[in-house]
């Protein structure tokens, strides 16, 4: 399993993983998933009818679909990481609330997708649905907790967001969720200009949590950027050079090349870096 499995499975709180993709039913008998077709609320098994709500037990190991939203959701790929999440979601919604069942981080995973791509209405539908789902473990509650974080960022409503999230930290000693919340707190903090508050938010993932590989290009291209816009110019362009050189091949090295050329011309011609302007936030909730 590799390291973005390893993530997903600590926020959501698995912590074991089965060998094959089996139902366990009601009736006290066990269904391959090979063997299973979907038909609306029921399943057939070799040409037998049976409602899926006879499943009561699910064994089913980490799905690749979560693995693959994951990286694409970490790459901006949101279109991509909302497919792959929703074909698990879809599977699991027969069985949502049955130990095993993969449909609470499915879902986590398809309301982060819909945040990024500011579809907030579909975001809704899914966090209203789990937030009254009854037995949800503390991982899931603050994997919930996150969504409602980054919904309000993405509505520009800052002072919640960050109050949400620095809460959030407070609540987990989990290192995978703390290296996305700290993420989140970087950009929230980059949001409001508050560029040096942002460095070490970013700066937390490295320190901390550099187990959490999947986050460190994002989090090291952060503190570079909120460098430059304090004007540590020598420190930006030294921070970006290590990101070209450590993380070949990703958005963020590419990213990286455009601000160190950006950084160094300044460095040498004395000609200012054209940095992005703080957003202003909406009026917030109190």
């Known amino acids: 399993m590799n390291r973005i499995a390893l993530i997903l499975l600590t926020v959501f709180g698995f ?12 009736t006290g008998g066990t269904v391959d998933w090979s063997d ?14 049976t409602p899926a709500s006879n499943v009561i037990r699910v064994d089913w190991p980490y799905p690749d679909e979560l693995n693959e939203a994951l990286d694409l959701v970490l790459k901006q790929k949101y279109d991509q990481a909302l497919t792959k999440a929703s074909a698990v979601r879809e599977i699991h919604k027969n069985w949502k609330d049955k130990p095993g069942s993969w449909y609470v981080p499915s879902s986590l995973l398809v309301a982060e997708c819909y945040i990024r791509k500011n579809n907030l209405a579909e975001s809704d ?6 937030r009254t789902m009854p037995g949800l473990t503390s991982a ?25 999230a620095e809460g959030l930290v407070k609540s987990t000693e989990d290192s995978a ?8 707190i970087g950009d929230i903090k980059f949001k409001r200009g508050d560029y040096l508050e942002a460095v070490d938010a ?57 601000y160190k050329a950006d950084v160094d011309k300044a460095l040498t011609g004395g000609v200012p870096v054209a940095t992005e302007k703080a957003e202003k936030p909406k009026e917030e909730a109190k």
């Open 140 to 164: 899931f509650q603050t994997g919930i907790g996150m969504m409602e974080a980054l919904e309000s960022f993405q509505k520009d409503m800052t002072g919640p967001a960050i109050k949400k």
């Open 36 to 49: 299973v077709t979907l038909s609306g609320s029921n399943i057939l098994v070799r040409g037998k009818s």
């Open 125 to 130: 539908k899914i966090l209203t649905e789990l």
């Open 15 to 26: 912590t074991g993983i089965a060998s094959a993709q089996r139902l366990y039913l009601s």
């Open 177 to 184: 969720t703390l290296g996305r919340l700290h993420l989140l």
């Open 202 to 258: 970013y700066l937390q993932v490295p320190v901390f949590y550099g187990s959490q590989g999947a986050l460190m290009p994002i989090a090291e291209l952060g503190a570079a950027r909120s460098l430059m816009h304090i004007g540590r110019l020598q420190d930006a362009s030294k921070s970006f050079g290590l990101i070209i050189d450590r993380y070949k091949g990703t958005p963020e090295a590419v990213a990286a090349q455009k």
